[in-house]
């Protein structure tokens, strides 16, 4: 398939454009500075702001489906509004095209509670990005990580800088953080699993933990002892302003995450672990992994990964249809899904060369 990947220069972006192109896709690269490119060859640089629909139309009407990764918390407080106008810019440059598919990875986080700002201005690109003609699959995630990822480096930074912490009482929170190598399977996996066009899911890892949780194991994992003191009377605010002078993560970044934390993150509809049923990687492994300590799965890998798996999916779509009679021999995905064998990506796997070209 030919696609386009928004966000291609991003911590998400980067790691996807070269399993696509390993799955066999022609990948086009939307980035607002080509000169700055430093992915793979293969893919096709686009020079373009999704601000400015004229500078990628030409790629989306080249192209079957698009992956839409594009944030703006880097660019200041008014954020959200840059976020509205960017996903109603794309969505309209989509207009005319034959563009089919569009996937867009979002924020995990109950509709029901009082979402944090960032969270709710994903939710709402979430919805603009639903009204165009092409069929949206969404994932939403809550911290992913990985090198390279601002959520995961406000921890490891808290946890390598402070070994005590004062915190509010959201880091009791609970949270579903993932590895960055299974988002990437999840974003290559449902491009070939046609049930999965015009749905929205939920990804995590295999754990909820709370941020304390996270932030101690990250600190035995670098060998820091680490004393978290939870009090009731510090507001989120202030913890921004401390996260400030504790890490180097933009406050532009930063304060919006922060001020999310209160949101509890995890996957209550797991409807995709049944379609793309793949071993997920344990929080203290990814966690190294995005240390450099162990290294993540090679990109060859998570492309097998994905598409083995979307085969399966469809094959499982295709026996249904044709029935309800199986036999012995043939049973259901659902309840075959955790007993499959998979590429040998996990923890127990030789380590390889880290993703990219
Ligand atoms: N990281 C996480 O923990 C996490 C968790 C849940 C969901 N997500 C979602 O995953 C997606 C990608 O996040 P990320 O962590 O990869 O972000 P990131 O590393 O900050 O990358 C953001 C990307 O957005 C691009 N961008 C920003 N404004 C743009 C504009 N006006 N025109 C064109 N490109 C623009 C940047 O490209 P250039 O600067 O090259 O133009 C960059 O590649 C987002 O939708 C985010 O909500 C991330």
């Not at 999310?260 to 992994?289: C, S, W």
Request: aromatic content about 6%.
């Amino acid at each position: 398939m030919r696609l386009l990947v928004t966000g291609a220069t991003g911590f998400v972006g980067s790691r996807l454009v070269p399993a696509l192109l390993e799955a066999g896709h022609e990948v086009y690269a939307l980035t607002r500075d080509a000169t700055g490119y430093e992915g793979p060859d293969e893919a096709r640089v686009v020079e373009g702001n999704v601000l400015d629909p004229e500078t990628y139309k030409s790629a989306l009407a080249e192209v079957d489906a698009a992956y839409y990764l594009i944030h703006s918390m880097g660019s200041g407080t008014d954020f959200a509004e840059r976020d509205r106008r960017a996903a109603h810019n794309f969505v309209r440059a989509t207009e005319g095209t034959d563009l089919d598919r569009m996937i867009y990875l979002g924020g995990l986080g109950e509709e029901q509670e009082r979402l944090s700002k960032h969270l709710q201005s994903r939710r709402e690109v979430e919805s603009i990005l639903a009204e165009g003609t092409y069929d949206l699959t969404t994932l939403r995630a809550a911290i992913v990580i990985g090198a390279g990822s601002q959520s995961f480096e406000m921890i490891r930074q808290l946890t390598d800088r402070l070994p005590v912490m004062i915190t509010p009482k959201w880091v009791r929170t609970e949270c579903q953080p993932i590895a960055i190598s299974d988002v990437v399977t999840y974003l290559v996996g449902v491009l070939d699993v046609s049930e999965t066009a015009g749905e929205t899911f939920e990804i995590g890892g295999p754990e909820v933990l709370s941020y304390q949780v996270m932030l101690e194991r990250t600190g035995e994992i670098l060998d820091r002892r680490l004393f978290v003191l939870p009090v009731p009377v510090l507001s989120p605010k202030i913890s921004a302003y401390w996260v400030d002078l504790v890490t180097d993560v933009p406050k532009s970044v930063a304060h919006p995450l922060i001020l999310g934390l209160e949101n509890r993150v995890v996957v209550e509809d797991h409807r995709i672990e049944q379609l793309l049923a793949f071993e997920r990687t344990p929080f203290d492994l990814a966690v190294k992994q995005a240390l450099g300590t162990e290294h993540e799965p090679p990109i060859e890998h998570i492309a097998a990964r994905a598409q083995s798996e979307a085969e399966q999916a469809t094959a499982g779509a295709e026996r249904a249809k044709a029935g309800p009679e199986r036999t012995e021999s043939e049973p259901e995905r659902a309840e075959s899904g955790s007993e499959r064998a998979e590429p040998d990506v996990g923890p127990g796997s030789e380590p390889e060369p880290r993703p990219g070209r």
